[in-house]
């Protein structure tokens, strides 16, 4: 998926999700005043991956579909690889202090990782890694 502006992401939070705090419906996570902040974090997140200053470090043309996508995409084929992600990361890091710990780069590299080991999944069952390596684009 390429990527997507914080005001994008804060359209994406506003699906009638079902989320109870202290027993309450949060109708809105942008706008409730225990998530809108976080959500506002979130977006500004997103949004440095489109400054002209930073795209370069925060983002790489997807081989499949010639889009931008976030470095934490990129399947590290070298040590330059590893550097530019890791660096990606830590310019995340430093814009929130290190306070969010789940930053959106978090699950993608999960995901980036199991499908670059996709071979060390299900000997018996390739299905896994076929349907790992779909998934990751």
Known sequence: MAIRTGE????????????FIDGERVGDV????????AARSLAELYDM???????????FR????????GLSFIEPRSVDDLIRRREMGKIWAEATCG???RSPDYMNIFVTGMASAADQFGHKDKSFAENIRAYHP
């Open 30 to 37: 942008t706008t409730d005043p225990r998530f809108a902040g």
């Open 8 to 19: 994008e992401l804060l359209q994406s939070l506003r699906d009638d999700r079902l989320l």
């Open 49 to 59: 991956q489109h400054d002209p200053a930073l795209v370069e470090r925060m983002t």
């Open 99 to 101: 306070m969010f710990g």
């Open 62 to 69: 997807s081989p499949t579909s010639g889009d931008r996508v």
